[in-house]
């Protein structure tokens, strides 16, 4: 069971052993705010993560319909096909928009939602975890893969 510590900040802090146990476990990503712009965080962490094996689907309204880096981009998490197992949420995307992918995210179910540096909404997590998905917030796995070794 990971256990979620609260930070001076507010932040939901998880260890190294839970980071580690979610980021072995997870095979299958749904980054939502994919980007087509090599420049753009988003895109470089998406080729990463392909590259270390993991299977990313990309989710931008803008691109749906298009294929990113080999994989057909949805609209949102709700319109990817429920054969495609998703381990996890990443979202590249603003706080505000957090709460209607959090729904998505129960309704699928998936066992993370990720939210990247910067993307941090309390009220969404609380909800997540009351549904028992583990969060993950204001980290990026881009940095946590390497910093742990993996």
């Known amino acids: ?4 510590s609260p930070s001076p900040n507010g932040v939901d802090l998880l260890n190294d052993q839970d980071i580690i146990g979610i980021l072995s476990s997870v095979r299958c990503i749904a980054l939502v705010g994919a980007s ?3 420049e753009r965080p988003s895109h470089y962490v998406m080729a990463y993560l ?4 993991y299977r990313v689907i990309p989710v931008s309204p803008r691109l749906a319909g298009e294929t990113l880096l080999g994989e057909t981009v949805y609209s949102d998490v709700a319109s ?3 054969d495609i197992q998703l ?4 979202l590249f995307i603003n706080a505000q928009r957090v709460p209607a992918v959090a729904e998505q995210a129960i309704e699928r179910p998936v066992k993370v939602v990720w939210m990247q540096l910067g993307v941090i909404d309390q009220i969404s997590a609380q909800k997540l975890r009351q ?4 969060v993950a917030m204001n ?4 940095i946590e893969i390497p910093r742990l070794g993996l």
């Open 1 to 4: 069971m990971i256990s979620h």
């Open 50 to 53: 392909q590259h270390r094996g």
């Open 80 to 82: 990817i096909p429920t």
């Open 139 to 142: 980290r990026c796995p881009k």
């Open 87 to 90: 381990d996890m949420v990443e």
């Open 36 to 38: 087509d712009d090599p």
């Open 131 to 134: 549904n028992d998905i583990v």
